[in-house]
T-cell receptor, first 109, second 116 residues
Framework: GQNIDQPTEMTATEGAIVQINCTYQ??????LFWYQQHAGEAPTFLSY??LDGLEEKGRFSSFLSRSKGYSYLLLKELQMKDSASYLC??????????WGAGTKLIIKP | DTAVSQTPKYLVTQMGNDKSIKCEQN?????MYWYKQDSKKFLKIMFS???????INETVPNRFSPKSPDKAHLNLHINSLELGDSAVYFC???????????????FGPGTRLTVL
């Protein structure tokens, strides 16, 4: 079967750095997405990785290792508005998007 | 200038009723989706649809049916509503071709369905 694992919940302090991990086992791989979802709102796109390595976009970076079936989302200089759920999703060999359950990130002052 | 819109935003109804949720996208995308997000916040794909192909998640009861009057619209019709149907339903769209892995999806605001 297809499976994406993420921690259920993480807590971090405002101004700090946090890394949210995602591991996947899917039938094929055609890219990995990270989405952000604030409570009561729709998911919004954060990043896309298809090659190994680090993609940086402002305070957010996303890393991919295809050989390990592993990705992480790195959030720097945390702000209170970063409190949200972060969803990892993988495009499989049929170009279907397989979603993880999401990681709820709680930021404390 | 809303990209993906859904109506209604909130829907409260009785068990056994039939209801529809409407979705429209003005992005010119080829593919639209319906997701269900339950209380555990897990996003579950229900349908993906373009003008060529309807892909149904086999775990979705046949009480749920997508209806697409045109490429910009994909409505969700639900028959004989049950308590377990209570959830947030998201519509999404993407510009997708079979050989395009970068299928970023744009989500509507969601419809919170409560079945009493």
């Amino acid at each position: 079967g297809q499976n994406i694992d993420q921690p259920t919940e993480m807590t971090a302090t405002e101004g700090a750095i946090v890394q949210i991990n995602c591991t996947y086992q899917t039938s094929g791989f055609n890219g990995l997405f990270w989405y952000q979802q604030h409570a009561g709102e729709a998911p919004t796109f954060l990043s896309y990785n298809v090659l190994d390595g680090l993609e940086e976009k402002g305070r957010f970076s996303s890393f991919l290792s295809r050989s390990k079936g592993y990705s992480y989302l790195l959030l720097k200089e945390l702000q209170m508005k970063d409190s949200a759920s972060y969803l990892c999703a993988v495009t499989d060999s049929n170009y279907q998007l397989i979603w993880g359950a999401g990681t709820k990130l709680i930021i404390k002052p | 200038d809303t990209a993906v819109s859904q109506t209604p935003k909130y829907l409260v109804t009785q068990m056994g009723n039939d209801k529809s949720i409407k979705c429209e996208q003005n992005l010119g995308h080829d593919t639209m989706y319906w997701y269900k997000q339950d209380s555990k916040k897990f996003l579950k794909i229900m349908f993906s649809y373009n003008n060529k192909e309807l892909i149904i998640n086999e775990t979705v009861p046949n009480r749920f049916s997508p209806k697409s009057p045109d490429k910009a619209h994909l409505n969700l019709h639900i028959n004989s509503l049950e308590l377990g149907d209570s959830a947030v339903y998201f519509c999404a769209s993407s510009q997708e071709t079979r050989d395009l892995a970068y299928n970023e999806q744009f989500f509507g605001p969601g419809t919170r369905l409560t079945v009493l």
